[in-house]
C-alpha cells in the first residue's frame, strides 16, 4: 500500500504516488537551481511547470487516477536530464538510471501568433504550421479577399476557432520544435534580449531579431529533420515492421488531410454561395432597393410569405450542415482546434431545427396553393358549315418570335398600364368532328388554387384572344394574367368543333400548339400542319398528301424450254413437264398426268388419265 500526494502544478491538481512526488520535487529544485543567475528564472520556472503539467494532464484518463515514478520518467525523459542544465548531480546518485526511451519527433500544431501580427495572427500561425514566411500568406489572403470577398469568412472562422499561443509552450510547439527545458529557456532569454535591444535601438532590433529567429528556426529545422533523425534511427531497435507501419500510417494521415481540404472547400463554397444568393436575395426583398424588380418572386410565391424570412430559413437549414462540415475538415488539418462549445453547437441546432420546421410550413402552405385545378369553358359559334374550308394561324408574339417553339414556362411583363403581367405561352389546339351543321370554338381556361372558388376565380381572370375573318381563324399564341393572380399553371385549351365534310388547313405555325397524336377524339396531329384535311365521320382525310403507289416488281424470263413470268396478277412457271400458277383466284399445277388446284374451295387433285 502506497502513501499519495494532492499536488497543485500550474494550476492544475494532481493525484501522485508518493515515491514519484519525492522525485518530481527533486527534479524541479534541481532544475531552479540551474536557473539561479538566469535572467526570467521565474518565468522560465513557471513555464516548465505548465508543460510538465500539460503532460501530465495528456496521460491522465481521470481525476482519479493516480500519477507513478514511470510517468515522472517520461516527463524527465522528455524535458531532459538535469545533467544537461548545469544541475547538481548528487541529487541523483541514490536512483537508479531511467531505461532510455525514443525520443519522438515534435508535433507542430497551429496556433495564432500575435506577437507577430497585424490583426489576429493567423497568417504567422499559418506560416510557422506550413514552414513558410508570413509575407505569403498574407499575399493568399488579400487574393482571397479580392475574389469576391471569399476569403473574408473563412479567415474570421480561423481567427475565432483557432487558440492564440499564450504559453511558452505552445509558442514553442508552433514552431515544431520540441518543449524542453532548452527550448523553453531559450525562447524567455530571446524575449528579454529582445525587448532589451528594442529599448535601444528599435529599427536595427527589428532586422537582428527577424535574423536570428530565421536562423534559429532554420538550425532547428535542420537540426530535426538529419541530425536527430539521424541518431534516432541509428539507435532505434524498430523492426522492418514498425518501419512499414509507420510509412503505412504516414499515407494515411496525407490522405486525410486531403480529406480535410475537400471537406473545407465545399463546406466554404457552399456557404458563401448561400450568403451570396440567399442572403442578397432576402435583403432586397426586406428594404425594398429601388430599382431591383422581386415581381418574378411574387409571382411564384403563391403563399405570400416573406422572402427575406425563406431566405434567412433556407440560409440556415442548409448552411449550418455545412459549416459542420466544414469545421470536421479543420479539424482534421489541425489537432488542437478549439472546439466551438456546447452551447454554441446546441444553438446551432436549434437554429437547424427551427429553420427545417420553417421551410416544412413553408412547402405546405405553397402546395395548398395549387391543391385544386378546375376550368372555365366559353364556346361560340363559327360561320363554317360542311363543304367550306377554315384556315388557321397563330399571331405571333414579340416575346416568342420563334412560333416553332413554344415555351411553357412564364414571364413577367409590364401590362398596357404598368401593371405586373404574367405572361404563358402553354396553348393547345385540339380538333374534333361534329355532326352539327356548323362550326363552334370552345375555349377551356385551367388554373390552380387552393380552394375550387380560388382556381375557378383564376382560370376566369385568364386573357385569351382569337379573331375570324371570312374563313381565317387567328389564334393568340399567349395567355396573360394580372400577377395578383400568381403563378398557378395558367393553361388555355383551343378547341375546335367542325362539322363532317368540311375541309381545314392549320398554319406551319401551329405545328407545336398541336398534339403530336390523336386522343380522347382529337383527329387533327402536329404531322398534319400545312396540309387540307377533310373532316370525316371517323377522322380526316389529307386531300394534298402525296399518294404512295403500290410497290411493282415485273419480271419476264423465256428460254426454249421454260417460262417465269412475275406481275401484278401473280407469278407462273412454265416449263416442258410442269405448269404452275399463283394469282388472287389461288395455286395452279399441272403436269403430263396430275392437276392440281387450291383455292377457297379447298384442294382438288385430279388425274389426267379420268
Known amino acids: ?24 520535487q527533486r527534479y524541479l529544485e534541481a532544475i531552479k537551481r540551474s536557473f539561479t543567475d538566469s535572467q526570467g528564472r521565474s518565468e522560465i520556472i513557471a513555464d516548465i511547470e505548465a508543460r510538465i503539467a500539460e503532460l501530465f494532464n495528456e496521460r491522465v484518463q481521470n481525476n482519479k487516477e493516480v500519477i507513478r515514478i ?85 479567415y474570421i472562422l480561423l481567427w475565432i476557432l483557432v487558440p492564440e499561443a499564450k504559453t511558452t509552450a505552445e509558442k514553442i510547439m508552433m514552431t515544431g520544435e520540441p518543449v524542453n527545458i532548452s527550448n523553453i529557456e531559450k525562447k524567455i532569454k530571446d524575449g528579454f534580449e529582445n525587448v532589451t535591444d528594442v529599448a535601444k535601438n528599435v529599427t536595427d532590433t527589428v ?63 457552399t456557404i458563401i454561395a448561400l450568403i451570396i444568393t440567399l442572403f442578397s436575395l432576402g435583403v432586397v426583398d426586406f428594404i425594398h432597393i429601388p430599382g431591383v424588380d422581386l415581381d418574378l418572386v411574387d409571382t411564384v410565391n403563391a403563399g405570400n410569405t416573406p422572402v427575406w424570412l425563406a431566405s434567412l430559413f433556407t440560409f440556415f437549414a442548409v448552411g449550418i450542415p455545412f459549416f459542420f462540415l466544414f469545421y470536421l475538415g479543420l479539424k482534421i488539418l489541425i489537432n488542437n482546434l478549439k472546439s466551438i462549445g456546447n452551447i454554441a453547437k446546441f444553438t446551432l441546432l436549434g437554429l437547424w431545427l427551427i429553420s427545417i420546421i420553417g421551410l416544412v410550413v413553408i412547402g405546405v402552405r405553397q402546395a395548398s396553393e395549387h391543391a385544386f385545378d378546375e376550368h372555365v369553358i366559353v364556346k361560340q359559334e363559327l360561320n363554317i358549315k360542311a363543304n367550306d374550308t377554315i384556315k388557321i394561324k397563330m399571331l405571333e408574339s414579340e416575346f416568342y418570335a420563334n412560333s416553332y417553339y413554344r415555351n411553357h414556362d412564364f414571364k413577367v411583363i409590364n401590362g398596357e398600364n404598368g401593371e405586373p403581367t404574367i405572361y404563358r405561352s402553354d396553348i393547345r389546339v385540339l380538333v374534333k368532328s361534329t355532326t352539327d351543321s356548323i362550326a363552334k370554338i370552345g375555349i377551356e381556361k385551367s388554373a390552380d388554387g387552393r380552394s375550387y372558388e380560388k382556381a375557378i376565380e383564376r382560370a376566369k381572370n385568364i386573357n385569351y384572344n382569337y379573331a375570324f375573318n371570312g374563313n381565317e381563324l387567328l389564334l393568340d399564341s399567349y395567355l396573360t394574367t394580372s400577377a395578383e393572380n400568381k403563378y398557378s399553371d395558367q393553361e388555355v385549351f383551343v378547341k375546335l368543333y367542325l362539322p363532317e ?33 377533310l373532316i370525316t365521320e371517323d377522322g380526316i382525310t389529307c386531300l394534298d398528301c402525296p399518294v404512295e403507289e403500290p410497290y411493282k416488281v415485273d419480271i419476264d424470263v423465256h428460254d426454249e424450254d421454260s417460262v417465269v413470268k412475275l406481275d401484278s396478277t401473280g407469278l407462273e412457271i412454265k416449263d416442258a413437264d410442269v405448269n404452275i400458277k399463283i394469282n388472287k383466284k389461288g395455286v395452279s399445277g399441272e403436269d403430263d398426268d396430275i392437276e392440281v388446284k387450291i383455292d377457297s374451295d379447298g384442294i382438288n387433285i385430279k388425274s389426267k388419265d379420268e
Not at 504 to 522: A, D
Request: net charge negative; aromatic share 12%; hydrophobic share 45%.
Open 1 to 24: 500500500m502506497n502513501k499519495t500526494v494532492n499536488i497543485n502544478l500550474a494550476g492544475i491538481f494532481f493525484h501522485i504516488d508518493e515515491d514519484a512526488y519525492l522525485k518530481l
Open 70 to 154: 514511470k510517468e515522472v520518467d517520461e516527463i524527465i525523459s522528455i524535458m531532459g536530464q538535469p545533467e544537461d542544465y548545469l544541475v547538481d548531480d548528487e541529487i541523483f546518485e541514490d536512483e537508479p538510471q531511467a531505461a532510455y526511451q525514443p525520443k519522438s519527433a515534435p508535433i507542430k500544431k497551429l496556433y495564432r501568433d500575435v506577437d507577430n501580427s497585424y490583426v489576429g495572427g493567423v497568417s504567422s500561425g499559418l506560416g510557422h504550421y506550413f514552414g513558410v514566411e508570413a509575407v505569403w500568406v498574407r499575399l493568399a489572403w488579400i487574393i482571397l479577399f479580392s475574389a469576391a470577398g471569399t476569403g473574408v469568412l473563412l
Open 207 to 269: 532586422g537582428a531579431a527577424a535574423k536570428n529567429v530565421s536562423d534559429s528556426v532554420s538550425s532547428a529545422a535542420k537540426n530535426v529533420d538529419f541530425k536527430k533523425q539521424g541518431s534516432k534511427i541509428k539507435s532505434s531497435s524498430k523492426t522492418f515492421f514498425d518501419t512499414l507501419g509507420e510509412v503505412i500510417m504516414f499515407f494515411l494521415k496525407i490522405f486525410a488531410k486531403f480529406i480535410g481540404v475537400i471537406l473545407m472547400f465545399i463546406g466554404a463554397v
Open 501 to 533: 365534310g368540311s375541309i381545314v388547313n392549320f398554319n406551319t405555325n401551329t405545328k407545336s400548339f398541336l398534339n403530336h397524336r390523336t386522343y380522347n377524339g382529337n383527329i387533327v396531329t402536329s404531322a398534319d400542319a400545312d396540309h387540307y384535311l
